[in-house]
């Protein structure tokens, strides 16, 4: 995992939690970045305003949420090597977490427009009161 870190120049990345690093600017407004997922710092439960494309590229089996907050339905979809690709609706709340014994899956995601602070969420205390199976998806 370390090598991968070192690979890609990957840095620790606040509040998500996991490592970084951005990729690019492209079209009119979309960004990219690499997005590492480890099995001591994943993607914490949040929420961004706009759609977010995902892909799977190297590494251990993972599994991301997404939670819709009005209908209290959540999906739970694999990203691996068969995997390969989610679209996590704006909105939505979501983590990515890798399976069980996993140590890292290193992915990419696309947003447009790129991503900026504004567009980020930590869930709130309710939700996690309402639904405290979520409190599973937060880096502690």
């Known amino acids: 995992m370390s ?11 606040p509040g998500e939690g996991g490592f970084f690093r951005f990729i690019s600017r492209f079209g009119a ?10 099995s001591d710092s994943f993607s914490s439960l949040h929420r961004l305003v ?10 251990d089996d993972a599994i991301q949420l ?3 907050e009005e209908t209290g339905h959540g ?14 609706k704006g909105g939505l709340w979501q983590a990515t977490k890798l399976v069980e014994g996993g140590r890292w899956a290193l992915f990419s995601t696309v947003m447009s427009p790129h991503y900026d602070e504004s567009m980020y969420s930590s869930p709130p205390a309710r939700l996690l009161e309402d639904h405290p199976f979520l409190k599973e998806y937060l880096n502690a």
């Not at 706009?50 to 590494?59: Q, S």
């Not at 068969?82 to 996590?88: A, K």
């Open 3 to 13: 090598e991968v870190i070192r690979r890609y120049a990957l840095e620790p990345l």
């Open 29 to 38: 407004d979309a960004g990219c970045i690499f997005y590492l997922v480890t």
């Open 50 to 59: 706009d759609d977010e494309l995902w892909f799977f590229l190297d590494g």
């Open 66 to 68: 997404t939670f819709d």
């Open 75 to 88: 999906v739970s979809v694999p990203l691996d090597r068969d995997h390969r690709t989610s679209l996590v």
